[in-house]
């Protein structure tokens, strides 16, 4: 799914905001998250659709400090064409506006990975949202498991073989372990 990041200031509940501010853990099992809607402000006052955005990861918030979290665009077939770097917004609950933010990031759901260029390429982009020096663990799986898919989708066996031959033993031992670590990750998170 895409996700944002997004600099979001909760109101207090003087100013009409929450009289309790959601906090992390934002995902954890068996509980659906923190769901608010965005809308977006258009030019002289226009106001988009709502919304839904769940959050995914960020701070404690406080009350008037601007914080920065990832919010997920939850649904395919919502259009959030909109929600772009720049864009402000208000945070709903229903009618009821619990917070103001902007946009100031926007990230693809899947990542087209067509050569080991791509793939080291997106590996430097794709950063940990708390501290832009550490990747995200999370993220590096989720784009080695495309990779790894679309390997497995396009490539038949013998493919596969003359491209291992192609590269390192070295390198086709790294491949060999992170396919069997990745599939191992992927029973653990079902």
Request: glycine share 8%; charged share 25%; proline share 8%.
């Amino acid at each position: 799914m895409e996700s944002i990041l997004a600099e979001v200031t909760f109101l207090s509940p003087a100013e009409g905001g929450r009289r309790t501010l959601p906090g992390p853990p934002w995902l954890r099992p068996g509980h659906s998250g923190y769901i608010p809607h965005l809308v977006i402000e258009g030019p002289r006052g226009a106001e988009s659709d709502d919304l839904p955005v769940r959050f995914r990861e960020g701070a404690d918030p406080s009350y008037g400090r601007p914080a920065t979290f990832q919010l997920e665009l939850m649904y395919p077939e919502v259009n959030y064409s909109l929600v772009v770097p720049g864009a402000r917004f208000s945070l709903r609950e229903g009618r009821q506006v619990v917070a103001t933010g902007r946009v100031l990031d926007r990230w693809p759901g899947r990542v087209a990975i067509e050569s080991f260029a791509d793939l080291t390429q997106s590996l430097k982009d794709w950063r940990s949202f708390r501290d832009p020096l550490v990747y995200d663990a999370v993220g590096m799986m989720a784009l080695f498991d495309a990779c790894l898919e679309s390997m497995r989708r396009y490539f038949t066996e013998g493919d596969i073989d003359q491209f291992a031959a192609t590269i390192a033993p070295i390198d086709r031992e790294f491949l060999r372990n992170l396919i069997v670590r990745t599939d191992e990750l992927k029973d653990i998170g079902e």
